[in-house]
């Protein structure tokens, strides 16, 4: 099992001790942090208290069946890594339900610990692809809108100089040195990927390349 699992927190969701109990067990050694809740009512509210990558829910439950838990999760367009159902033999009928509603992947019970890391694994693997060719998607569009080599030459500088968050720390006068441009154009471009959604200004010449999906975004808005 590779490490790509440490930085998610995850919520389990199912109205049986037992099954909480042995899937916070088999996944509290790989995981950040694992969340539990009882029914989807209860999951909602912890959705808005904590930082929540992946839902993993049961579908019958009380108070809140999980088709109508992740219905609710979908409407509110919470910036999750996977959502993966847990079902018996006997609740198949709801995975039409449940592929409808986009879920990641599912697991028949009883839950077999390598089965349940190997699909949460794959699963953040597919969202991560997508994110990344929707952020491809999203630079080419605002890169259209460029004109002149020299700001094209800014962009793939300011690009290549992020750090792993995709915060830029540089200044302008380090643009101006390496590309032997003027500040006018260094500051133009800026303005100009601050208005297409691509650039952020965090604080006074502090900028973050934004890598979030649509989702994310809106989140992060609303939070």
């Not at 694992?34 to 509210?45: K, N, R």
């Not at 992020?162 to 154009?185: C, H, Q, R, W």
Request: glycine content about 4%; charged content about 25%.
């Amino acid at each position: 099992m590779s490490h790509t699992l440490t930085k998610y927190n995850v919520l389990i969701v199912d109205d049986e001790l037992p099954i909480l109990n042995q899937m916070s067990y088999i996944l509290e050694d790989f995981v950040a942090n694992v969340y539990t809740a009882s029914d989807g009512l209860e999951a909602l509210d912890m959705l808005s208290k904590h930082k929540i990558d992946i839902v993993i829910t049961d579908l019958l439950m009380p108070n809140m069946h999980g088709i109508t838990l992740i219905s609710e999760i979908k409407k509110r367009n919470l910036p999750l890594a996977a959502i993966i159902i847990t079902t018996a033999h006997s609740e198949t009928n709801y995975l039409l339900d449940a592929i409808k509603l986009r879920v990641d992947g599912y697991l028949l019970k009883p839950i077999m610990a390598e089965e349940m890391l190997d699909l949460i694994e794959k699963s953040i693997a597919l969202k991560a692809k997508e994110d990344e060719l929707w952020l491809k998607d999203r630079m080419l569009e605002g890169i259209s809108t460029f004109v002149g080599g020299k700001k094209i030459e800014i962009i793939r500088y300011l690009f290549e100089h992020v750090d792993a968050e995709g915060v830029f720390y540089g200044s302008y006068e380090d643009i101006m040195s390496a590309l032997n441009v003027s500040k006018p154009t260094v500051v133009s471009t800026f303005k100009q990927l601050i208005e297409v959604g691509i650039v952020t200004k965090l604080k006074n010449k502090i900028y973050k390349v934004n890598t979030s999906s649509p989702a994310e975004q809106k989140h992060s808005v609303e939070s």
